[in-house]
């Protein structure tokens, strides 16, 4: 078995006295795992840093291997490392991925967004409504996807207020009635008109959870919390931007 393209460094662990077992997330092969041989020497180890781009070339005697990996540099991503929020956007990607997604179970739109993410993160981007999306990409592909609009009952596209705790959809203010106490408010940034980025991350988080229950099996890693945290305490106000503005 052989793959050869290039991908995104999510993890490496040290194996042995000089090789890492490298995980990595490719677009048309999802998360691929092998080992580096050598990886864990200085040179090595800098190109394989999580977040960067490797040109990556798998092979495996049968498919079910372990199997191991040529790699060489494609583009570094050195604003992952510059401060400490970049730094936790970083490990919450780098530790949502492998807890959701199976191995070799292809998701190109989720890997494309968590490009672009990366991208924004590493250029000092404002990236905290990029995040936001992500995870809501992150749902979906794992068929959590929140139907945020439309009124699930009335079918409106405006006036949209609560969210359904249980399956994701929006209802407007008019639609929930009685029911709203039950209901979980629909946040600013994900359409509605109370709550702001907090909130929105909160409400991702009870699907996370809901997802982890029904379907993971094991409880969000704790890098989630610690990067909302840091959202969610000023940080969110300015964007997470390191540039101008």
């Not at 509605?192 to 809901?210: I, Q, V, Y």
Request: aromatic share 4%; hydrophobic share 45%.
């Amino acid at each position: 078995m052989e793959w050869a393209g290039e991908a995104t460094v999510i993890a490496r662990r040290k194996h042995g006295e000089n090789a890492v077992i490298l995980t990595a997330l490719t677009r048309e092969a999802g998360l691929i795992r092998g080992v580096v041989p050598g990886g864990a020497s200085v040179r090595r180890a800098a190109m394989l840093q999580p977040g960067n781009r490797v040109a990556l070339r798998w092979r495996a005697r049968l498919d079910d291997q372990l199997g191991s990996f040529a790699a060489e540099p494609a583009r570094a991503r050195p604003g992952l490392m510059a401060d400490a929020d970049a730094l936790a956007g970083l490990n919450a990607v780098a530790a949502l991925l492998p807890w959701a997604l199976p191995e070799r179970d292809p998701h190109p739109r989720l890997a494309d967004a968590t490009e672009a993410l990366l991208d924004d993160i590493d250029a000092g981007a404002p990236w905290a409504e990029r995040y936001l999306r992500w995870e809501l990409v992150l749902l979906d592909e794992l068929g959590f996807g929140l139907a945020l609009d439309r009124c699930a009952v009335s079918g409106a596209h405006e006036g949209l207020a609560y969210v359904s705790p249980k399956t994701g959809h929006a209802v407007t203010a008019a639609a929930a009635g009685d029911w709203a106490p039950r209901l979980i408010p629909l946040p600013g940034p994900l359409g509605g008109t109370t709550g702001g980025l907090a909130e929105a991350l909160a409400l991702t988080s009870h699907f996370l959870d809901r997802m982890a229950a029904a379907h993971i099996g094991k409880p969000m890693p704790a890098a989630r919390a610690r990067l909302s945290q840091r959202l969610t305490r000023g940080l969110g106000r300015s964007e997470i931007s390191r540039g101008p503005g």
